[in-house]
């Protein structure tokens, strides 16, 4: 494992459950303890637990080997250290996300392109962040790139009306070795206005459960996501307290053109 900055704000919600994981000598099994505590289970509710990569079978999925048995095949890498740990801050969605991947792949088998909703599921599980929102006009800004409107002219609205939660394990994986490019894929979820008051936990349980019967059941597209630089984010990086962060047209990009 690389050394990690857990005081980074993207790392809020894994922090303490990461650094408990591994301060002892088996991560995996750490955090197979923490899942059970917190009575975790599969979409088919088979308790959740982190497993060696060797026990998934051979020629068995592992979407579907999730599903049947609640064991996450998981190697020793950052990667999969870090889906575990959205398995537990989100375990609503990820098991929602696991069922969606597993049903499809009963449904069309494993092929050698996925489809469009597994390709949004996957997009969702790699990359996303949740943009929780109590007003439809920040959500409106991201949609269509309006970056000042966004990060300089609303600056004062985040942490009151927007804030940024991640999601997907490979973004965070990413976020180890932050760059100014990295962008994730966000997926906007209206919020109510006391939702900035509540706890961070409290909001991420709630947005848990907000977000899984969307991932279960409704219809996923990749045009679902909206592009989001992450160090953009305000409080994020130190650099974008200046305006100028915000005119590098190269990550900060406009908006394509709408077809008349």
């Not at 996303?128 to 920040?138: G, H, I, M």
């Amino acid at each position: 494992m690389p050394e990690i900055d857990w005081r980074a704000p993207w790392f809020e919600a894994v922090a303490a459950r990461g650094q408990a994981a591994l301060a002892g000598r088996d991560w995996r099994h750490a955090l197979s303890v923490q899942a059970s505590a917190a009575a975790l289970v599969s979409e088919q509710g088979q308790a959740l637990r982190f497993v060696a990569q060797e026990a998934l079978p051979v020629a068995t999925a592992y979407e579907v080997f999730i599903a049947a048995t609640g064991s996450v095949p998981t190697r020793p890498n950052l990667h999969d250290f870090f889906n575990a740990l959205i398995w537990l801050t989100y375990p609503r969605g990820k098991a929602a996300l696991n069922a969606r991947q597993a049903g499809a792949i009963a449904l069309d088998g494993v092929q050698a392109t996925r489809g469009a909703t597994r390709d949004a599921a996957t997009l969702f599980d790699e990359n996303a962040v949740l943009f929780a929102c109590s007003d439809p006009s920040l959500g409106a800004a991201l949609r269509a790139f309006d970056w000042h409107t966004l990060f300089v002219g609303r600056r004062a609205d985040w942490g009151l009306a927007c804030e940024v939660q991640p999601f997907g394990h490979a973004l965070l994986e990413k976020l180890v070795a932050p760059y100014k490019s990295v962008t994730a894929h966000a997926w906007i979820v209206d919020v109510p206005p006391d939702y900035f008051l509540w706890h961070p936990a409290q909001r991420r349980t709630w947005l848990d459960a907000r977000i899984a019967p969307a991932l279960a059941s409704a219809p996923l597209t990749t045009r679902d996501f909206a592009p989001l630089p992450v160090l953009g984010v305000p409080g994020w990086w130190p650099a974008n307290e200046d305006p100028a962060f915000y005119r590098d047209t190269s990550v900060f990009r406009a908006g394509r053109r709408q077809k008349k």
